[in-house]
């Protein structure tokens, strides 16, 4: 959610409840967010399902237990339910409106972060945090989506998929819940998820907004999964007294992490130490608040946007911006403190849960796995050679792939390889992803489902499946038909590879490898072959 109110569709209600729906805040995969007022006109954020959603009582279910969970938790930076009924035909709820943008858009649109506008981010978002877990409950997607940087301070929205530590919780059974980038390590591993995992998201947003980039770089989601569990974040740019709390923050291992409450607690200190910076030489000293807005004294606050229409862009939202986000110093600070000092007292239970991951039964297109990370300001790997043009064909050599090395393709690249970006690299997935079904149809590899990647800095298209669902100590080395399964993959990817390579002089992937992914963990490459002449599609 975010300022950004639409025009209501013709087929949108006109009220919900007592609440006169002016325009459309966003949707998502729960249901749509309409800009909603009272009948005193305070404007409200009303969330309906959808109507297919609202017939299924699975989703019911968990639809109930978000609106107990939200009325159960409350404390700084947390945007609260206000109303809701979940009983009715289309299930509803309310909260109040929260004016900026999310952090996603606003790092997009400006950059990142820095000063005492990150550090309220930091301080407000762990106390937040702090204010879940203290109450055994545990947020589970913790992104730049789910936070908007309000007048007030930053707000963390979206409790869509919390959870208990109860285990009283309903959740979607066979459904990895969260966006890859933002799981933690162990919820990939086992399924496992606690209050650690939240805190390993808070650090991954805290990068982001430090730097712009996502900490384990994009890409599809397997290999962004591999990152996640093998390498080491960037973190390059971070402020030093910030990047310490991060590091711990994105430990491998959630024992080595440190608790929201913690966070909370050093993040203050943190912004108090920022704040002092900023002080005066006059003998009467300002307030915590008063020094912050002075550092920005040039800026003035931009009037809320009126509703419905959108609000303005540019320099006036980049102003109101920089005083709103100083402004949550008064929300942050104080709150974070009374956040950090209850719930350092509070006993944390902490039961893992498990939650199943599965693969979609039917083949899909890499770019619907990983929508977030491929929209965003950071990429895994250099970006892909320009579409085809006649002016840049002059300048690009023929043929446009270049290797001359002779190197076994190697992990590191396939982690780095990129969702299809290109025309013609999407034409090329979208063949083999179609070809491979009756391949693997009817085996063991999670149904039929294969990714396709392209590294442009290795001139080299990775085609990845798996795993494989194998008896109890063995795995893909015992399984007879593995050998004819690469074949057949091999054998289509190298001929998709060799077709662009022959027909387009701007294809410079002159290899494709073939990838079994074991777990998420450990990809290992089963066969690869230039396509550089007519020979080396003999599989």
């Known amino acids: 959610m975010s300022n950004h109110v639409q025009p209501v569709q013709p087929r949108d209600p006109r009220r919900v409840g007592p609440y006169r729906i002016v325009g459309r805040l966003g949707s998502g995969g729960m249901g749509t967010v309409y800009a909603a007022l009272t009948a005193t006109g305070e404007r409200v954020a009303v969330k309906v399902v959808h109507p297919a959603q609202a ?24 945007v609260p339910v206000r109303d809701a009924d979940t009983q ?57 989506q789910n936070i908007i940087l309000a007048p007030s301070g930053p707000q963390v929205l979206d409790f869509g998929i919390a959870h208990a530590l109860d285990g009283t919780s309903v959740t979607r059974t066979g459904v990895m819940t969260g966006t890859p980038g933002w799981i933690s390590p162990e919820h990939y591993r086992t399924g496992a998820v606690g209050s650690p995992a939240d805190v390993f998201a808070w650090g991954a947003l805290l990068g982001y907004a430090a730097t712009g980039r996502l900490p384990f770089g994009g890409g599809a989601a397997d290999a962004v999964a591999f990152r996640v569990m093998q390498a080491e974040p960037d973190l390059e740019g971070v402020p030093t007294s910030l990047r310490r709390l991060v590091e711990k923050a994105l430990s491998k291992d959630p024992s080595d992490r440190p608790s929201a409450a913690e966070l909370a607690g050093e993040c203050t200190e943190l912004l108090s130490a920022e704040a002092t910076a900023v002080l005066t030489s006059d003998d009467q000293q300002p307030t915590l608040i008063s020094d912050l807005v002075s550092a920005h004294r040039d800026l003035t606050p931009e009037a809320e946007p009126a509703w419905p229409t959108p609000p303005r862009h540019g ?70 050679p320009a579409t085809s043009q006649t002016p840049q064909r002059a300048t690009i050599p023929s043929p446009a792939y270049t290797r001359s090395d002779n190197a076994q393709p190697n992990v590191d690249e396939w982690a780095s390889a990129r969702l299809p970006a290109t025309s013609a690299e999407k034409t090329a997935a979208q063949h083999l992803i179609t070809d491979a079904a009756p391949i693997l149809q009817g085996q063991q590899y999670m149904g039929d489902t294969v990714t396709v990647t392209f590294n442009p800095a290795a001139q080299t298209m990775f085609v990845t499946f798996g795993p494989g669902i194998y008896p109890e100590g063995q795995d893909y080395r015992d399984d007879t038909g593995f050998t004819d399964i690469v074949r057949g993959l091999m054998f289509g990817s190298c001929s998709e590879a060799q077709q662009n390579f022959g027909n387009d002089t701007a294809w410079p992937y002159g290899r494709a490898v073939l990838v079994y992914r074991e777990s998420m963990a450990s990809p290992t490459i089963v066969d690869y072959r230039e396509v ?6 003999r599989v």
């Open 55 to 78: 017939a299924d009582d699975e989703f019911r279910a968990r639809f109930r237990r978000e609106v107990q969970l939200s009325q159960r938790v409350t404390g700084p930076c947390l």
């Open 88 to 144: 009715a035909a289309t299930p509803w709820l309310v909260t109040p409106y929260i004016p900026g943008l999310t952090l996603n858009e606003h790092v997009t649109a400006n950059g990142p972060l820095s000063g005492g506008r990150l550090y309220a981010l930091a301080a407000g978002t762990a106390a937040a945090l702090a204010a879940v877990h203290a109450q055994d409950v545990i947020h589970r997607d913790v992104k730049p």
């Open 315 to 384: 320099n006036r939202t980049r102003l109101y911006l920089t005083v709103a986000v100083a402004a949550a110093v008064l929300g942050s600070l104080g709150g974070a403190l009374a956040a950090a000092s209850q719930s350092s007292n509070s006993a944390h239970g902490q039961a893992p849960t498990s939650s199943s991951h599965t693969n979609a039964a039917t083949a899909t297109v890499a770019a619907q796995q990983s929508t977030s990370q491929a929209t965003s300001p950071a990429t895994a790997s250099p970006s892909a």
């Open 532 to 537: 550089t002449h007519i020979d080396s599609c």
